[in-house]
């Protein structure tokens, strides 16, 4: 590695990344997308002080509409996900809370794997088990456009190794979430794990407490100063924790959704590796160095310096 050597690989680094860092960006600039909180606009006014008395209420209806205004043509298909913050799925104990041989096999594999909901109060076994099953997301969205209803297509929305090699064909949900403490969705007992998309993609656990989980896809386009109505039903409880929920419609890119930190990560490396480029040159013309030269060696330097 001579000095010139070195001085060449950042400048080409630099000249590769920053060009295409500006490309990342305005793809992912090109991206349309809503984004709408509405764990408190759907609370009821009576009840803003206290949120947790209104989710914990089954008395009290938990719909809920929003309007929101499409400000950019969205090319189908679109993608509608419910976003969470401030719950950490990342969580160790949460994290382990789970039977992945019970989800294959079914309950006779339920184990202490799945500690604290394993077994229901009769003392037989829950399935799915575990804490991830049980806090599984229950919010319900549905779309329309005046009096025209906007499909989304609830298939497919998980991963297909998932489905075929993770799920049990003939595994199918007992006990679950029949006692007083519930956590969050109930799943119909009559389809196979393999076959509930939903409770699929929620035991796929994020790393980060802010994050985003596919709901289903819009097969239609949306255009410029349409207005959608949406149909909430705010069933799922955040409060408790002090979490926030959203929903967001969003098209895509070959790059993925809309996510400005890579061209921003391309363009600074690259912009680095620019100006240490310049740097190396600049110390390398006014500091010359003549390669193999045995002056520059410890010994020889103590030598001369007698």
């Known amino acids: 590695?001579?000095?010139?050597?070195?001085?060449?690989?950042?400048?080409?680094?630099?000249?590769?990344?920053?060009?295409?860092?500006?490309?990342?960006?305005?793809?992912?600039?090109?991206?349309?997308?809503?984004?709408?909180?509405?764990?408190?606009?759907?609370?009821?006014?009576?009840?803003?002080?206290n949120k947790q008395a209104y989710i914990k209420d089954s008395a009290i209806s938990k719909n809920c509409t929003l309007e929101v205004k499409v400000l950019d043509h969205m090319r189908a298909p679109i993608y509608v996900y419910y976003e969470l913050e401030n719950f950490y799925q990342n969580h160790r104990r949460y994290v382990k809370s789970r039977s992945d041989k019970q989800l294959r096999f079914g309950a006779?594999?339920?184990g202490e794997s799945c500690s604290p909901v394993q077994w229901d109060h009769n003392g037989f076994p829950i399935v799915p088990?575990?804490?991830?099953?049980?806090?599984?997301?229950?919010?319900?969205?549905?779309?329309?456009?005046?009096?025209?209803?906007?499909?989304?297509?609830?298939?497919?929305?998980s991963w297909k190794s998932d489905r075929e090699?993770?799920?049990?064909?003939?595994?199918?949900?007992?006990n679950f979430q029949n006692g007083s403490f519930i956590g969050g969705g109930k799943l119909d007992p009559t389809v196979p794990l393999s076959e509930q998309e939903d409770l699929i993609v929620w035991m796929r656990p994020s790393a980060l407490p802010k994050f985003?989980?596919?709901?289903?896809?819009?097969?239609?386009?949306?255009e410029v100063d349409e207005t959608i109505n949406i149909l909430i039903r705010n069933n799922y409880n955040t409060y408790t924790f002090g979490g926030k929920k959203s929903i967001v419609l969003s098209t895509a890119s070959w790059l993925g959704g809309k996510n400005d930190f890579l061209g921003y990560a391309y363009i600074v490396t690259g912009s680095m590796s620019i100006f240490m480029?310049?740097?190396?040159?600049?110390?390398?013309?006014?500091?010359?160095?003549?390669?193999?030269?045995?002056?520059?060696?410890?010994?020889?330097?103590?030598?001369?310096?007698?």
């Open 1 to 49: 590695m001579t000095p010139g050597c070195l001085i060449a690989t950042f400048l080409v680094i630099g000249i590769i990344f920053v060009p295409f860092g500006l490309f990342c960006l305005q793809t992912s600039n090109h991206v349309a997308e809503i984004n709408r909180r509405y764990d408190v606009e759907c609370v009821p006014n009576a009840y803003r002080g």
């Open 108 to 110: 006779k594999y339920t």
């Open 129 to 157: 088990c575990g804490l991830i099953a049980w806090s599984l997301f229950n919010d319900t969205y549905d779309f329309t456009q005046g009096s025209k209803e906007i499909k989304v297509n609830r298939k497919n929305i």
């Open 165 to 174: 090699h993770k799920f049990g064909k003939n595994v199918f949900p007992s």
């Open 212 to 222: 985003r989980k596919l709901y289903g896809v819009i097969e239609e386009d949306l």
């Open 277 to 306: 480029s310049i740097l190396f040159a600049l110390i390398h013309v006014k500091y010359p160095r003549p390669q193999g030269d045995t002056n520059r060696l410890s010994w020889n330097r103590k030598n001369s310096n007698n």
